[in-house]
């Protein structure tokens, strides 16, 4: 995958330490993160279930598995690992399901590194890879409260209104996926 490659280069290039977007997470955590999330399904319902009662003790053990990848594993080793991708036995893993979950995942992260760096610009992607991510966008506003009009700026005429009412968003399909999943300040969209 593309965007896996990308972000482990850029990993490796701005050091373990490095900020990200992350509200409390360098780039160690992320990495971690990313081994976790592909490498043990054990983790996975405190990813999905996070923001249900029952999911924050879920999620309480999907972290303490992210700090213990973090601490024990050296970083150049858990950057193998991301490259690497998850194992052909896990969720993640399996090709029709990863590559639908891992898109937009990889994607986000990417930009949570990218837009944590000074001086960084949007960048110029393809047309296949805009309109993954509007996909991904327009499941991601699934969850937005009130609901949202997505509109991109790339494609006119391209709207989409998800839920009964809210603000309408404009801008490029990467722009509308930060967004979507909780990264407005990092998100370059005009609201309306």
């Known amino acids: 995958m593309r965007e896996r490659a990308a972000l482990a280069d850029l990993?490796?290039?701005?050091?373990?330490?490095?900020?990200?977007?992350?509200?409390?997470w360098t780039t160690a955590h992320l990495a971690a993160h990313l081994v976790v999330r592909d490498r043990r399904p054990d983790a996975?319902?405190?990813?999905?279930?996070e923001?249900?009662?029952i999911g924050r003790r879920l999620h309480a053990h999907s972290a303490r598995l992210e700090e213990q990848k973090r601490i024990s594993t050296p970083y150049a080793d858990v950057l193998a690992q991301v490259r690497e991708g998850a194992p052909v036995w896990t969720p993640m893993g399996l090709p029709g399901f990863g590559n639908l979950v891992n898109g937009g995942e990889y994607a986000i992260h990417h930009?949570?590194?990218?837009?944590?760096q000074p001086a960084w610009e949007p960048r110029e992607l393809s047309r296949a890879d805009r309109d993954l991510l509007w996909r991904t966008a327009t499941l991601f506003a699934r969850?937005?409260?009130?609901g949202v009009t997505l509109?991109?700026?790339?494609?006119?005429?391209?709207e989409k209104k998800i839920g009964k009412g809210g603000p309408?968003?404009?801008?490029?399909?990467?722009?509308?996926?930060?967004?979507?999943?909780?990264r407005r300040d990092a998100a370059r969209v005009e609201v309306s």
Do not use: N, Q
């Open 11 to 24: 990993l490796a290039e701005v050091g373990p330490d490095a900020p990200t977007c992350c509200e409390g």
């Open 44 to 49: 996975g319902p405190g990813y999905a279930l």
């Open 51 to 53: 923001a249900l009662p």
């Open 111 to 116: 930009e949570d590194v990218r837009r944590a």
């Open 143 to 146: 969850r937005v409260r009130g």
């Open 151 to 158: 509109r991109r700026t790339d494609v006119p005429g391209v």
């Open 168 to 182: 309408t968003l404009a801008g490029d399909p990467m722009e509308l996926l930060l967004w979507t999943s909780g």
